[in-house]
């Protein structure tokens, strides 16, 4: 794909970001600005300009990892692009154990990821690691972590929006990081 091809999608991808997201001020607490991109899902078109400029960041990649819960909306919808596989990555207690996990802290409180530790073997997989918004960094360097721990290479890492001034970006020096629209 050409650089004008990809920009082509990135721009209709952020167009529709910018265009649908609501935001809500302090949510889930006090001083945290909430982007809601339900609005952007809920659109066929928007989803579908999403979803191609995710699926153009990575497209060697044969797994996704998508972080719970808007993350697997993502994830799926580009891995049925890309027709590569998906694995969930969610939140502490939602699986069986055994289970692989890492503790966070994030803007606003804690939290633990989780990925099975047996059934499928992610062993040599490059993994391109999606989620909807890109803030501190720490769900997604929890995510990163657990599928490096599980024998993966992560070759890039995709996010919808970016909160720059919480400086998440910094943690990733040494993987690609597309964020679709910046605020």
Known sequence: ?????L????????????????????????????????????????FGAVLDALV????????????????????????ARMRAGVVAVRKVGKLPPPVLSRSYSLEYGSATLEIPANGFDLTGRNVLVI???????????????????AGANVIGIAVVLEIE?????????????TSLVTV
């Open 165 to 177: 001034d919480l400086g998440g970006r910094e943690r990733f020096v040494k993987y690609p990081v």
């Open 56 to 79: 153009a960041c990575a497209p060697d990649a044969d797994t996704i990892a998508a972080i719970d819960a808007r993350g697997f909306l993502l994830g799926a919808g580009a891995a």
């Open 7 to 46: 920009a082509s999608l990135h721009s209709a991808a952020a167009n529709a970001v910018v265009r649908l997201t609501r935001w809500a001020d302090n949510f889930p607490g006090p001083g945290v600005r909430f982007a809601d991109l339900t609005p952007v899902f809920a659109d066929a078109e928007g």
């Open 1 to 5: 794909m050409s650089e004008d091809e």
């Open 131 to 149: 989620d909807d918004v890109l803030a501190t960094g720490g769900t997604l360097e929890a995510a990163v972590q657990l599928v490096e721990l």
